[in-house]
């Protein structure tokens, strides 16, 4: 393989990284997304970069097209079969309160409304025997009715589909002779386990996005012949891995969270390789900011999340957004407290400063006023910003209510969207158990170095990096992913001795179904890797812990390892019998990963210098500052704060108190307690 490409569309801007791995260059560009029409971003930043996609071989390609549609409710209509005396499942969903102490909780909105839930005769068992046979002429009917109410989209799940899927695939045939040009999702392919409510929200949904998705990966495939890629066209998924785009359009849900996706995967390659044990992902990017962990250079994955209020039963990478970017915009309450996000300025039309309309003032705009980015910063993006209209939008919208300077209103902005972010790490550390003091903090997105240091210190954290090209590191991270397909069977079997003899053999039908799986997107079998788990919980708990599956599968070797994993969790065992719940198994194909290039290294005794100086605001004060261009920089570099660092995709700011250093690849290491006062 020559040359690998990726692109990640973001709330704000699509990013593009192109890497040769004959010549390890990295190619990197930025330009606006365009909301009404994704494919156009992806389009014109290709145009931008100059990028002659005849001679890229591999492309892999983060979407927000399936998560735009969740949050904005502007999927297909979507209709749902289920077994009779079901129907009701998916309205009712659970009825555990996430703020207990809330009056005023409002359910979230099915996406498959009543009046397209239809019920049919059927019934399997728990262990997959037909308790009642399929009506098929029950079937035909709904097809009718599906047809006359406009449906473009059918989920079915049926009782116990992940013991037995026979009356799900006969559902779907009878549906897809009868429904022309409508898609069918069926529960068992999407999420092969129990737990009805999880398994019907999670196949409505992906049902609620097939269309969607189908179209606008056909429709990207066909521009992208256009200009000479003939090759496969490869999906970032939430789980880490990618897919081709032909099983993305079954599996619609999986481009879910893509983007934060790669970047977590990014994390996890930058902790193997500074040798950082654990490590803190931080994406700022113009809309939104992602945070994840990645703990001995893994990151973990979770079955128990939720998109707009609604579960989902598939794997996904544990990464927590909040509604804080550069485009959050700021804004002073009826009681007098200030407010950032998690409304936000988006593309269209963004911040103040981008002179297209936005008044309200954002992140952007106050850190402009502070002068920790120049009108210079984003001329690299194609914009031409205005820093009087930054400078009216924070007076007016936070200075004048506040009665307060400029400077004051903005240091404030930036002061509370900092803490924002310091909770959502706290959330993901402090709350699972863990002192952020133990992880190194990785700082991406356009502007994540930019707060970096800032949130550092609020969390305790006492080293940061940032990575070359940070504003486009997401799409850097899809370059190392792997293939990937999750499988699971639930089968609730006590661990105790004579019971696993037919846990080898499920274990086997799993890697068959993977194997399959990995072939149909030409991954090569030699590649092929198998990881088994195991959910496992003592007899009468609710749930589960997800544990690697040992080597040798006896009681004694499982009932020793999740009293170990519960210990570490809750802070005790029991003495009670374990149940193995589900099998997971994670089939992998390896990929062709870039590999990097070292940087240049600094000539004894030189120092970099600044290509300007500028009064920058930093604790109720300006500091004569020193900008550095980060193409300047070598390794063994060394700079005391406060100092700026510029490059076409970010800023990095380096505050009073704060050291950086640069390492052999080109990453900025920054000791946020290790600086003189510099000026």
Known sequence: MSRSLAVDIGGTFTDLVLFDHETRELRVAKSSSSPDA??????????????????????????????????????????????RGFRDVYAIGRMDKPDMYSYIYEKPRPLAP???????????????????????????AIAAALKERGVRSVAVCTLHAYANPAHELEIKRILERLLDGVSVSLSHEVSGEWREYERTSTVVMNAYLQPLITAYLEDLERQLAGRGYHRSLYVMQCNGGIMDAALAKSRSIQTLLSGPAGGAIGASQVARRLGDANMISLDMGGTSCDVSLAIDGEVGLTTDSEINRLPVLVPMLQVNAIGAGGGSLARVEIDGSLRVGPQSAGARPGPACYGRGGREPTVTDANLVLGRIGADTFAPLGLEVQPELAADAVTRGVACPLGMNVEQAAEGIVRLVTNHMANAVREITIGRGLSPKDFSLLAFGGAGPMHAVGIAREIGVSRVVVQPAPGTFSAWGMLFADFRQDLVRTVVLAVEPGSLGEIESLFAELEAGGRTLLMRQDVLEDSHEFVRQLDLRYRGQEHTLTLPAPPELGPSAVKESFDEAHRRVYGYDLA?????????????GATDRPELKPIDAVEPGSQPVPYRRTPVYFDGAFCDTPHFDRADLRAGHALDGPAIVTEASSTTVIPPRARLTVDAFGFLIVDTDGGGHAG
């Open 576 to 588: 009670e019998p374990i149940e193995i719940v589900n099998l997971r198994l994670a089939a992998r």
């Open 38 to 83: 994704l494919a156009e971003g992806v389009l014109a930043c290709l145009a931008s970069a100059g990028v002659e996609l005849a001679g890229v071989e591999f492309f892999v390609h983060g979407t927000t097209v399936g998560l735009n549609a969740i949050l904005e409710g502007k999927g297909v209509p979507t209709g749902l079969v289920t077994t």
């Open 114 to 140: 009543r009046d397209l839930v239809f019920e049919v005769d059927e019934r399997m068992d728990a262990f997959g025997q037909v308790l009642a046979p399929l009506d098929a002429a029950e079937v035909e």
